[in-house]
């Protein structure tokens, strides 16, 4: 028995009943997006649980060993990197911001894919901040697809690049957290990181939308206090 609540049958299913109108050909390219989507998960939740045996003072060759590959390359796939304090759900959110590029056939992934990712996961702060200020989720993402470059000819495989703006953004996604005093970085972060980036795809529609940095970061802290308190 699978593990997992979830089996090919659902993943069938849902394909089938998302595209009903699409063509076998169609269908294949979508599925092969959903795999890759899939694969940026089972990455992330390794990553999790390595995280996890880091702390408890597991070396890289006892990580490794579980993994089933070398020292070196456990090192190399699961070593921290600029999301390790990221929160599941703003992990989450990027392997949208990925999933969002793909499936508009770009080669690279700009701020406006992470805005998009924020708004594909309504269980996190930077959602209810938005849809709170625009009144509608359709409205953010109208925003968003005006924002978007044409779709490209052909979806990449494999690893998706980011911008310059968007490692800018992240950057100053840690930044804000630790602003606010927090050690974690959540999907408020990524929010008021994308804000920062002057000019930025985002940061444009987030000032359409009637946001300003100052103005955000006051809305979010007010927003984790209240969270904190219930």
């Known amino acids: 028995m699978s593990p997992l609540d979830i089996s090919l049958a659902d993943l069938i299913a849902r394909l089938d009943e998302e595209l009903p109108e699409a063509g076998e050909l169609a269908r ?12 940026d998960l ?31 390359a456990a090192q190399q796939r699961h070593a921290p990197g600029p999301f390790e ?21 770009h080669d690279s992934i700009g701020t ?3 805005l998009l990712g924020l708004l594909g996961e309504p269980r996190g702060l930077a959602y209810e901040v938005l849809i709170a200020k625009a009144g509608s989720e359709q409205r953010v993402r109208d925003a968003i ?61 987030l000032n359409d939308l009637g946001f300003t940095p100052d103005d955000l970061q006051e809305t979010i802290s007010t927003e984790i206090t209240k969270r904190r308190a219930a």
Do not use: C, M
Request: charged share 25%.
């Open 145 to 205: 697809e005006e924002a978007l470059p044409p779709a490209g000819e052909k979806a990449l495989r494999g690893h998706i690049p980011f911008r310059p703006e968007t490692k800018d953004s992240i950057g100053q996604a840690r930044r804000a957290a630790a602003d606010l005093g927090h050690d974690w970085v959540g999907t408020e972060h990524t929010l008021l990181g994308l804000i920062r980036v002057e000019g930025s795809p985002a940061a444009r529609i």
């Open 112 to 114: 406006e894919h992470l």
């Open 85 to 105: 304090r990221y929160t599941n759900l703003n992990r989450h959110s990027i392997v949208l911001a990925q999933e969002a590029a793909r499936t508009h056939k």
């Open 28 to 39: 294949v390219s979508e599925a092969r997006l959903r795999a890759q989507t899939l694969s």
């Open 42 to 72: 089972g990455d992330q939740l390794i990553d999790h649980y390595v995280s996890k045996a880091k702390q408890t003072g597991a070396s890289w060759t006892e990580i490794g060993d579980a993994i089933g590959v070398s020292k070196q």
